[in-house]
């Protein structure tokens, strides 16, 4: 693909079709398939056909690569100014030659490849209703970047960035990495391994069965459910807290590791342990000061006693990554910790993630979306208008533009 690096863009229409086919043989997928007469049945083509309704009438339009239940594919071409493809009246996404050679450094960049990722989404509305909501929406520039995107609801109205936000954009010289290669493999031929929650729920189950030997343990020593409940909890926040950083690296899992062999020193060293995270301060087992944890969650900062067993059930558990645990594990928890009379009265019940994805989307992120397409289009607006201003003329509105944006956001 480096051949695609240092091209000076513009073409989008001449070259899209070659580069993602060879890009197709990079990443080990079969090429495109030829095109059909009846748009219908064309899976996984380029120039995909597809009907748009809007307020003006139905208009024909084209996705540039489709693969059905797997992707919408939208191609652009960013160029330089003042190069040879430069064309009369289309320098509206012309970017000065930077000195690194790459291109993508104005933020007119970002602009092209919003409007791009909007027109991908358009698209995929427009499918035909048998074929659902593909799980990835791809942004490409041809020969520079690929942006993705990703909602695996079905819902079409969540696309976000994926994985996240520092790793959504895939540069050409990203290819070189087998887990990028890896990871376009799998949005081609199985995208729906690559849903994270697919992740969370096999890794909760595996850590829900090793937290139920330690609870049948606890509860055969004829500790209270509701003692037993809340001990799991500090302890798998303790984990979740390691693994963001609120605590050092590693420390939790070091410190059931030692008491593996020593089940005695376990009740002393995590109480202790807990005190610090309660109230701030010097952790003997860690050897350093920690953060307060407020809320009062670990006011009763008492460790249940465990045996060498128990202990090692808790070392495994604490060995998975803990961002990729489902936060259902601890409403289920704390669902058992409290009394049945006390939960009905504060109304303490879990509610599965799916169901607050499908609120929140459509309550909260879909209007705070539109609001911030509003704002961006206000600011392209402004640029067009500035014409030949001063920058700082332009940017003035603009950054009044962001502050909006950020209130919106907050």
């Known amino acids: 693909m480096s051949r695609w690096q240092h091209g000076e863009g513009g073409q989008e229409r001449a070259n899209y079709a070659l580069f993602l086919s060879e890009l197709?043989?990079?990443?080990?997928?079969?090429?495109?398939?030829?095109?059909?007469?009846?748009?219908?049945?064309?899976?996984?083509v380029f120039e995909r056909l597809v009907t748009r309704h809007d307020d003006d009438g139905d208009a024909l339009g084209r996705i540039d690569l489709y693969k059905k239940n797997s992707f919408v594919l939208e191609a652009k071409q960013s160029r330089y100014r003042g190069g040879k493809k430069e064309?009369?009246?289309?320098?509206?996404?012309l970017f000065p030659n930077p000195p690194s050679g790459k291109r993508g450094a104005d933020r007119a960049w970002d602009v092209l490849m919003l409007n791009a990722k909007r027109q991908a989404q358009d698209y995929a509305r427009a499918l035909p209703a048998s074929h659902g909501w593909p799980p990835f929406l791809l942004v490409c520039d041809v020969g520079h970047c690929i942006e993705v995107y990703a909602d695996f609801s079905g819902q079409g109205k969540n696309y976000t960035q994926f994985p996240d936000r520092q790793g959504f954009r895939i540069y050409m010289e990203n290819l070189r990495e087998p887990d990028i290669r890896d990871r376009l493999h799998a949005i081609w031929t199985e995208p729906a391994k690559l849903d994270p929650a697919l992740t969370s729920a096999k890794v909760t189950r595996s850590i829900a069965k090793r937290l139920a030997q330690v609870s049948i343990a606890l509860e055969t020593q004829k500790h209270p459910l509701n003692d037993v409940a809340m001990f799991l909890m500090r302890c798998l926040f303790t984990m979740f807290a390691e693994d963001v950083g609120l605590l050092p690296q590693r420390s939790f899992k070091d410190i059931l590791h030692r008491c593996e062999s020593k089940p005695d020193t376990f009740v002393p060293i995590v109480t202790q342990l807990w005190q610090a995270m309660d109230q701030g301060g010097f952790a003997h087992a860690l050897q350093q000061d920690v953060r307060r944890f407020n809320g009062?969650?670990?006011k009763n900062s008492r460790a249940l006693p465990l045996g060498r067993e128990e202990i090692g059930e808790l070392k495994q558990a604490a060995s998975y990554s803990w961002k990729d645990v489902d936060p259902a594990i601890f409403g289920t928890l704390l669902e058992q910790a409290l009394d049945p009379h006390e939960r009905k009265r504060l109304g303490a019940h879990y509610t599965p993630r799916a169901y607050v994805e499908r609120l929140v989307v459509a309550t909260v992120i879909e209007p705070l979306r539109e609001d911030w397409r509003n704002v961006q289009a206000a600011a392209e607006t402004l640029r067009g208008n500035a014409g030949g201003a001063r920058s700082s003329d332009v940017d003035r509105p603009l950054q009044c533009a962001g502050h909006a944006a950020r209130g919106y956001r907050a």
């Open 24 to 44: 197709c043989d990079v990443i080990e997928v079969p090429r495109p398939e030829p095109a059909g007469a009846t748009h219908e049945r064309n899976d996984y």
């Open 87 to 93: 064309a009369p009246g289309q320098a509206d996404f």
């Open 296 to 298: 009062a969650f670990f």
